[in-house]
């Protein structure tokens, strides 16, 4: 099958190398906004202009779209759904159905398929929370993220006069998990489940306080947490801190029995080097279940809800039956 | 959708309490090899005896069987997938290659679906290797079971001359699941992944020194596994080991990036009271599932492999993308 990447940030990287890994899928190209020749990818593959992309319309099994799910994906998936089986990792859970409406209507139109908001939240744990709900319907979803990178708020601190570069972690608070294994079913506010924790590299001469005050009270970003605060060199930033590392629980917690006598806890964790590198690998696997899907007939938009498992493996059906099952 | 129930032991009865909690299910009947005036249900649900099934063909979306792996699914699963739609947890691992073969072609002649081996390993347990593995290509999978009581072992057990009772634990080393945490890779002897515990009620007067070396040195069972023995009171029996709790992880580690320079670590695990009540309920799930492929046009023999998680779900599509995802 053959897998194009629209976009080349961090996550058409990962994807890059993924697709390269699969010994099913070859790469057909790399699409971007910007000038090709200025791009330099990794591997062999070709890169052209996204205006020249129709061109190829015929090449591609699958087009992996990535971009940022704020102002990109919401225009690009429904538009290149009409031309191409497409997947996307579209993060902005509250805006999921309207972009799913959009995308479905736009692939019916185009006789394609189309699958959104593939990684891992959501995703993986979007399938985990289903899975759970559905075996244990008397129960309660718990997520927790991290500890981990948050790439957005390492940014809103940036923007602060004085700080020169900066690190957020989210760190899930250890006796909130406990207590949620332990079948309490605890209510939590914000600032029990999840820590903030910042690495913050200041001018010469700044005030510190000021920034660390300006930190802990960002209203929307960190006001409800519990924050800590670390002023380091540039030199400890990018030694300690160059990764992009992340993941995450999900659990549930439920009873069986007709007084629910008995407890059962279900718990699905990640624990990632590289969020964007995961994220791709998630896709790819996702990426040959659209194309198989297509295959069989299926069209319009789907999610990770609508995929079997079988479809995510390169192994037939026989070979996972008999060492997987 | 009608869902009835064959065969009345642990497992059937947890069926019946899930069912029976389940608001789109109706419970139509249990069907027994008893006399069916000797089973006693936990609901007001009508008994019948195994060989009037067929008169009630028409009336029963889904028939889950409630029986044993090593000779009575073999035959009962592909004899009754010509008549009605099927489900059963056959968990003979190495025969699950001709146990599906048998079942698809008399579900196929009788135009059913029949759904083989769910419950939670296998089931559960699968369908985390197959998602895990597709998504880490590179990488390596375990999985430990326990702490729980292995039904199996413990009958085993009973058979020893001078044995009242006994209940055997199976225990993942905890050592052995950290060093799979870490990404070391590492390879296992089968004494250093599990350790058994056990239990053991003797008469008064036996050699307990006889029996805890013939359990040590059972072929097949213990032999090759560290082993702690507790002599204890029938009342202790009873007061700290009556239920049937189980559970274990399945951990898959791998690597992204052209070197494998970032790893990750996929773990899904499960802590059950009550394992038959747990598996009911993952079969109660997949029941439904049943039901709407077969409504979708589904036939033949399938596993959890086949199934897409929006099946398991009682809410909408748009519910669950609204939700969930």
């Known amino acids: 099958m053959k897998i194009a990447i629209c976009g080349y940030g961090n996550l058409g990287r990962g994807v890059e190398c993924a697709v390269t890994a699969a010994?099913?899928?070859?790469?057909?190209?790399?699409?971007?906004?910007?000038?090709?020749?200025?791009?330099?990818?990794?591997?062999?593959?070709?890169?052209?202009?996204?205006?020249?992309?129709?061109?190829?319309?015929?090449?591609?099994?699958?087009?992996?779209?990535?971009?940022?799910?704020?102002?990109?994906?919401?225009?690009?998936?429904?538009?290149?759904?009409?031309?191409?089986?497409?997947?996307?990792?579209?993060?902005?859970?509250?805006?999921?159905?309207?972009?799913?409406?959009?995308?479905?209507?736009?692939?019916?139109?185009?006789?394609?398929?189309?699958?959104?908001?593939?990684?891992?939240?959501?995703?993986?744990?979007?399938?985990?929370r289903l899975y759970s709900s559905a075996i244990l319907p008397k129960g309660k979803d718990y997520t927790f993220w991290g500890k981990g990178v948050s790439q957005g708020h390492s940014d809103a601190i940036r923007r602060i006069a004085g700080v020169v570069d900066a690190r957020q972690y989210t760190i899930p608070i250890e006796s909130a998990l406990e207590a949620v294994r332990s079948g309490k079913n605890p209510e939590f506010t914000t600032r029990e489940k999840h820590l903030r924790e910042y690495f913050v590299v200041a001018e010469d001469g700044a005030d510190k306080a000021r920034i660390e005050n300006e930190i802990k009270t960002m209203p929307n970003y960190f006001a409800n947490y519990d924050t800590i605060v670390h002023f380091i060199t540039m030199e400890e930033l990018k030694r300690d801190h160059s990764g992009i590392p992340h993941g995450g629980f999900v659990i549930r917690t439920g009873e069986t029995g007709y007084s629910g006598e008995n407890k059962h806890v279900i718990e699905y964790s990640l624990k990632l080097d590289s969020n964007p590198e995961f994220t791709a690998s998630v896709i790819t696997a996702y990426a040959r279940a659209v194309c198989k899907m297509y295959k069989r007939g299926v069209r319009g938009c789907v999610t990770v809800f609508d995929v079997a498992p079988a479809d995510l493996s390169p192994l037939s059906a026989e070979e996972i039956r008999a060492t997987m099952l």
């Open 23 to 128: 010994k099913d899928m070859e790469l057909f190209a790399v699409f971007t906004k910007r000038d090709p020749k200025s791009v330099k990818v990794a591997t062999d593959v070709p890169v052209y202009n996204i205006d020249d992309i129709l061109k190829y319309k015929d090449d591609i099994d699958v087009l992996v779209i990535c971009a940022g799910s704020a102002t990109d994906l919401p225009v690009m998936t429904p538009s290149l759904a009409k031309d191409f089986c497409v997947i996307d990792s579209f993060d902005t859970h509250a805006s999921i159905p309207s972009h799913f409406a959009a995308t479905d209507k736009a692939a019916k139109e185009g006789d394609k398929l189309a699958l959104i908001s593939a990684g891992w939240d959501p995703g993986m744990f979007s399938v985990n």
